[in-house]
């Protein structure tokens, strides 16, 4: 994640190391490059990698200030409580739930449950290529909302784009149920129920959400202030359509390579007044449990 540290415990934020890189800040081979790259994975050369806890003032695992990305309210990762696993640094296998994985047995009884698949679900690291551009002007203003702003920036980018290229993939591989009536609803309910979907929660469309708020249950909209019979309902643009899902999210598996990888290409557009931000990351996700969730669709409801 981005992340910024606290300068009264002697660290230094991100955005300091990006105005070092701009300013051509000469430091020392020796003594200064080898605990700069200690303190915050920085190299003199202008390759920036932050992490989650940094080693500073010889107090390892020291916490960063700023909240990573999944930790903001706006990021729906963290509020639907996908599981999230970081710091990966090989091809990742997660045990695949596919049934019950509890029973009861008799004393010195083996059971007979099958439920869990070791490396049934394989995580492979998918590279996202993000840019941001600034003017040197605002790169170069040594302000704390400035600073905080543009790595805001940075984090909200990489994060819609997760996001929203993992909701519309776990979506395509469904065949929807059509919701065209209070009545297709109840069915569709009953179904995610019999699949042991608890505690459900629905992400949908805006397309979907503006039918589904139109919808009516005799005199009774169906969906009222963001809940559906009971169960909370999210609208996101982060999903295609008119889809719907409806699931226990969290057993579905969000894996992130490392850390993010930002380069300061203060070059190429320097005739402009213009730095580049180019960040690389990596990530891929998965159903832990596929009977953990239900997709519908209002492409057929007035």
């Known amino acids: 994640m981005i992340l910024t540290s606290n300068q009264n415990s002697g660290q230094s934020t991100l955005f300091d190391k990006i105005q070092d890189v701009l300013h051509k800040k000469e430091v020392r081979a020796d003594k200064d490059v080898k605990d700069l790259f200690t303190r915050a994975q920085i190299t003199p050369i202008g390759q920036i990698q932050t992490r989650a806890t940094i080693t500073a003032s010889g107090n390892v695992g020291t916490q960063v200030a700023r909240p990573a990305g999944q930790q903001r309210a706006a990021n729906l990762i963290d509020e639907l409580g996908v599981k999230y696993i970081g710091g990966l640094s090989s091809n990742f296998s997660y045990p695949r739930i596919d049934n019950n994985t509890s029973e009861w047995v008799n004393e010195n009884e083996q059971g ?21 551009e ?8 040594p302000n704390t909302d400035v600073a905080g702003a543009i790595e805001e920036d940075m984090i909200n980018s990489i994060w819609e784009k997760v996001q929203t290229t993992m909701f519309n993939d776990i979506y395509t591989d469904a065949t929807p149920t059509t919701l065209a009536n209070y009545n297709d609803i109840v069915a569709f309910e009953l179904a995610a129920s019999q699949k042991k979907i608890n505690g459900g929660v629905y992400v949908v469309s805006p397309t979907a959400a503006s039918k589904l708020k139109k919808m009516m249950n005799g005199s009774t909209p169906v ?9 909370r309902v999210i609208e996101t643009p982060s999903l295609d359509g008119e889809s719907i899902i409806f699931a226990d999210w969290s057993k579905l598996l969000l894996g992130q390579w490392g850390a993010l990888d930002i380069t300061v290409d203060n070059v190429t557009k320097s005739p402009q007044g213009i730095v580049k931000l180019i960040i690389n990351s990596y990530w891929d996700w998965g159903l832990i449990d596929p009977n953990g969730f239900a997709f519908a669709t209002t492409a057929s409801a007035n």
């Not at 969906?223 to 169960?231: A, D, E, K, Q, T």
């Open 134 to 141: 600034y003017s040197n002007e605002v790169v170069l203003n």
């Open 112 to 132: 007979t449950l099958t439920g869990a698949t070791f490396e049934g679900l394989s995580l492979t690291p998918r590279r996202l290529l993000s840019y941001v």
């Open 223 to 231: 969906m009222v202030n963001g809940y559906m019979n009971g169960y």
